[in-house]
C-alpha cells in the first residue's frame, strides 16, 4: 500500500495518476474527499483530514508501506520552519511505530547554503527529520518550479508582464512539476534502500529575459520582464494573506535563490528531468491563458 499527500496539489495529483496507471494499491489523505473525481476515489482509499493531524495520519499509515510526503507549505503558517517541520513532526513520530519502510519526499536544491534561505531552510531540516526514523528515504531536490508562472497568470494576461525578484540576467535552473512527479513515481513504484538525496535541476538553465522572450515567442506577444523589489514582492504576499513570518521566509528564499543558492546542486543529470520551459509553456501555460 502506498500513501500519497496533497493527491489534489499539482505534483501530488500526478503522482497519484502515475501510481493509478501502474495499477498500485494507494491511499491518499485529503482535507475534503468530495474534491477527487469519482474515477479516481472509485480506485483508491480515503483517509479524510489534515496529514499533520496525529490520528488522521496514524490512521493513513496503517499497513502503508511505502510513503509519498509532501507538506502543503501554507502561505498563512507562523513561518516556513512551521509549515514544514512542525507539520511533519506527527508523522515523524508514527514512523517508527509503523509499516514504513521508503519515503519518497520533495524538497529543495541548496544544501550547505551558508545563510538563510527561508522555505529551503526549512524543507531541508524537514528531510533530516525524516532521516532520523531510520526509514529509506529519498528526498528529490528541486530547482525552482516552471509551474509557480501559473500564479502569475493575471499579470501575463492583462500587463503582459512577468514580475520576480530575480535578476534579469542570471540563468537559474528550472524544473516542470510533472518531472519531478514521474521521478516521485518512479521511486515509489521500484526497488532501492538507504538515503539520498536527488537533484532536480531541471534540463536547462535559463534567466527571466530568456524566459520572457521564450514567452513572446510561444503566446505570439511580446512578453517582458521587471524585476521586483523584495519589498514590493514582500508587499503582493501581504495582499494575498500571507502571514509576516512566511512573507519574511519567501522573502529569505528568493534572495537566496537570486545570488546562487540553486546553483549549489552537484552534478546531475539533466535528461532526467527532460521537459524544457518551452515546452512546458506550450504545454501548460498557454493552455492554462486561453
Not at 485529503?30 to 488522521?56: F, L, M, N, P, T
Not at 532520523?132 to 509551474?147: F, I
Not at 534540463?203 to 522572450?213: C, R, T, V
Request: charged share 20%; net charge negative.
Amino acid at each position: 500500500m502506498i500513501l500519497v499527500t496533497t493527491p489534489t496539489g499539482g505534483i501530488g495529483a500526478r503522482v497519484l495518476e502515475h501510481l493509478l496507471n501502474a495499477e498500485a494499491s494507494v491511499r491518499v489523505v485529503a482535507r475534503d474527499a468530495s474534491k477527487r473525481s469519482k474515477s479516481v476515489a472509485d480506485r483508491v482509499e480515503v483517509i479524510e483530514g489534515s496529514h499533520a493531524d496525529a490520528a488522521v495520519i496514524g490512521q493513513a499509515l496503517d499497513s502503508a508501506d511505502r510513503v509519498f510526503w509532501l507538506p502543503p507549505g501554507s502561505p498563512v503558517a507562523p513561518d516556513a520552519h512551521d509549515a514544514y517541520v512542525t507539520f511533519s513532526r506527527p508523522f515523524v513520530e508514527a514512523l517508527p511505530g509503523s509499516g514504513v519502510t521508503h519515503v519518497v519526499g520533495i524538497s529543495a536544491l541548496g544544501r550547505g547554503w551558508p545563510g538563510p534561505a527561508g522555505l529551503v531552510s526549512a524543507s531541508l531540516a524537514m528531510d533530516d527529520l525524516i532521516v532520523t526514523t531510520g526509514v529509506s528515504y529519498r528526498a528529490l531536490c528541486c530547482a525552482s518550479l516552471m509551474d509557480n508562472l501559473i500564479r502569475q497568470l493575471n499579470a501575463i494576461r492583462g500587463g503582459a508582464a512577468l514580475y520576480v525578484p530575480a535578476p534579469p540576467d542570471r540563468a537559474m535552473p528550472l524544473v516542470a512539476k510533472a518531472d519531478v512527479a514521474a521521478e516521485a513515481s518512479r521511486f515509489l513504484l521500484s526497488d532501492w534502500d538507504g538515503v539520498a538525496e536527488v537533484p532536480m535541476p531541471g534540463p536547462e538553465d535559463l534567466s527571466h529575459n530568456e524566459m520572457a522572450a521564450i514567452l513572446t515567442d510561444v503566446l505570439g506577444r511580446p512578453i517582458a520582464f521587471h524585476e521586483t523589489p523584495v519589498p514590493a514582492f514582500a508587499e503582493m504576499l501581504r495582499g494575498m494573506g500571507a502571514s509576516e513570518g512566511m512573507i519574511h521566509d519567501y522573502a529569505a528564499m528568493m534572495t537566496a535563490k537570486a545570488t546562487g543558492l540553486d546553483e549549489m546542486a552537484p552534478s546531475a543529470p539533466r535528461d532526467a528531468s527532460p521537459t524544457t520551459f518551452r515546452s512546458w509553456a506550450e504545454a501548460e501555460l498557454r493552455p492554462a491563458l486561453a
